[in-house]
């Protein structure tokens, strides 16, 4: 995550939390928030980032992204 991060440069930073919402959720699962400065390439991030990590998930096998936008 930190080599994906790093190398996306509107990307300033993330958090990886453990979320679960009891009426969508069978199980927690990682939610990846992303720091954001200016426009970003919100697709082309999130696939570049499932590319590098989906084979390295614990079960459930996802991860949920989120883009937080950082105030100008």
């Known amino acids: ?3 994906c991060v790093a190398a996306e440069p509107e990307l300033k930073g993330y958090a990886l939390e ?3 919402n009891p009426e969508r959720d069978v199980e927690p699962h990682p939610t990846l928030r992303l ?5 970003v390439d919100r697709t082309g991030i ?4 499932i590319a590098a ?8 096998g996802y991860v949920d992204i989120v883009f ?3 105030p100008d």
């Not at 720091?35 to 426009?39: D, F, L, N, V, W």
């Not at 999130?46 to 980032?49: H, S």
């Open 46 to 49: 999130t696939a570049r980032l």
């Open 18 to 20: 453990r979320s679960f």
């Open 53 to 60: 990590i989906e084979d390295k998930l614990p079960p459930p």
């Open 1 to 3: 995550i930190e080599q």
């Open 68 to 70: 937080d936008e950082e």
């Open 35 to 39: 720091r954001t400065a200016g426009e």
